[in-house]
């Protein structure tokens, strides 16, 4: 939890343009031409992914993303050339795939390294290098990391795109704290309903899409019960059917949905009786007690996946789970996840 409330304090610190002399120089190093023929590479996993997935849509280029085992194993390199840049996400420095991946273009093109901490191999061994800022997450349910590391290469974004313009952006941290605590006290009102759960499911739509599957990882790592993540169309094309009296449903609701294809699907699974949630983007009438309404935001992943936080934790807290302890702790002995 103290993760989850750092994040408007850390936002507002990269929004400041604070972080961008070092995002200057670490592009200096590696820019070799015009950005108007740059291609980005992100390579990532998890938490890293979906921050890079996010990300790419505020790039003023094309931009490719992979997990690490996929792109060195599947990707032979021969569609690049010396306007690509490989930006390589982990947010502990260490991933050992992320690692593998990065040795996979070490010397053919020019590595960026983003990462939570600059003294780790992964930084070490890229051309360059930066540090989103966040601190260290010693539980290791990346929270601050998730927000932090996407602010970052949205910075990124600005500087190839010519502008550096990062007010918006402290617009949007200064406006979180508020919608923090809503987002808080509205899992606290539903927290003995979230609890008695067997299972949950994410559905976005769009961009926000990104959002559920993050949501969906910090639920399964947290809580620690089935977890999935669903496009809204997908969802009712199979996925329903899996759904008992003690699965929860989250669904979010995009500001252009038009349709409102989140709020019918959110009121038919409470009028049949699921337990559904919908992190909407207006206000409805019907079921509002179970609907907590975002505000509009730049990067509206940021504020929709705040909910979803709160979530992972209040409801492991509430069904006792110790966060400081992984579930399998003897898995790590056999198969290495860092170096």
């Known amino acids: 939890m103290t ?3 750092q994040q408007p304090e850390i936002l507002s610190l990269i929004a400041s343009g604070e972080n961008l002399p070092s995002i200057r120089a670490a592009l200096a190093k590696v820019l070799s031409g015009q950005v108007a023929q740059l291609k980005v590479v992100m390579v990532a996993s998890g938490t890293s992914l979906n921050a890079a997935r996010v990300a790419a849509e505020h790039f003023p280029c094309p931009v490719e993303y992979y ?3 996929d792109f060195t194993t599947y990707n032979n390199l021969a569609s690049y050339d010396e306007n690509t840049l ?5 947010q502990g420095g260490s991933s050992l795939s992320t690692y593998a991946a990065l040795q996979h273009v070490k010397g053919k093109f020019k590595t960026l390294a983003l990462v939570g901490d600059a003294t780790k191999p992964i930084a070490l061994e890229a051309d360059a290098a930066i540090e989103f800022g966040c601190g260290l997450e010693t539980v290791i349910y990346r929270t601050k990391g998730y927000t ?3 602010l970052t290469l949205c910075s990124v974004a600005a500087e190839l795109a010519g502008s550096g313009k990062l007010e918006p952006y402290q617009q949007q941290a200064q406006s979180l704290p508020s919608f923090m605590r809503s987002s808080e006290a509205f899992v606290e009102t539903h927290l003995c309903e979230m609890s008695e759960c067997s ?5 976005g739509s769009g961009i926000n899409n990104v959002t559920a599957v993050e949501g969906a990882l910090k639920i399964i790592e947290t809580i620690r019960v089935p977890s999935m993540a669903f496009d809204l169309e997908e969802f009712i094309h199979g996925a329903q059917n899996s759904i008992v009296d003690t699965t929860r449903v989250v669904v979010i609701e995009n500001f252009d949905d038009q349709e409102n ?3 019918n699907l959110f009121r038919a699974l409470r009028l049949i009786g699921i337990k559904a949630y919908l992190i909407a983007a207006k206000p409805h009438q019907e079921l509002q007690e179970f609907i907590l309404v975002r505000p509009e935001h730049l990067i509206d992943e940021v504020t929709a996946v705040i909910p979803l936080q709160h979530i992972s934790f209040l409801v492991s807290q509430a069904r006792g ?6 579930g399998l702790p003897k898995l790590s002995e056999h198969l290495a996840k860092s170096l």
Do not use: E
């Open 67 to 69: 997990y690490p085992y």
């Open 321 to 326: 789970v110790d966060l400081t302890k992984p």
């Open 199 to 203: 299972a949950w499911m994410v559905a």
């Open 261 to 263: 294809k989140a709020f």
């Open 148 to 150: 932090s590391s996407l």
């Open 3 to 5: 993760y989850i409330n």
């Open 86 to 90: 490989f930006i390589f996400i982990s």
